[in-house]
Nanobody, 121 residues
Framework: QVQLVESGGGLVQAGGSLRLSCVAS????????MGWYRQAPGKEREFVAT???????????DYADSVKGRFTISRDNAKNTVELQMYSLKPEDTAIYYC???????????WGQGTQVTVSS
């Protein structure tokens, strides 16, 4: 099992930047694909980005079309962290952002508590 704690959310003006961090506790961090999802008010939770583990195969990060070229996901297996660097933020990026860990063997998903990102116009 893994526990996830996000940080780094906040209020920023359109065009600004934020960096979200997620720290995972537990063992075998390299057995998890790590990702970020978000949920805006009145909308369903949606995929933002994923950083697959490369321990068993080479897979590249993937992004939602809406954030490609603006967001970058990165992970540090030594520190059990995954970060989401967000540039050129838009008001439509406003949402609660959730860190996700999916075990590549069991396919069980784990979620953080979420961190609020608000982009003002």
């Amino acid at each position: 099992q893994v526990q996830l704690v996000e940080s780094g959310g906040g209020l920023v003006q359109a065009g600004g930047s934020l960096r979200l961090s997620c720290v995972a506790s537990g063992r075998a961090f390299s057995s998890y694909d790590m990702g970020w999802y978000r949920q805006a008010p009145g909308k369903e939770r949606e995929f933002v980005a994923t950083s697959p583990t490369s321990s068993w195969s080479v897979r590249t990060p993937d992004y939602a079309d809406s954030v490609k070229g603006r967001f970058t996901i990165s992970r540090d297996n030594a520190k059990n962290t995954v970060e989401l660097q967000m540039y050129s933020l838009k008001p439509e990026d406003t949402a609660i952002y959730y860190c996700n860990a999916r075990n590549i063997f069991s396919q069980i998903n784990y979620w953080g508590q979420g961190t609020q990102v608000t982009v003002s116009s």
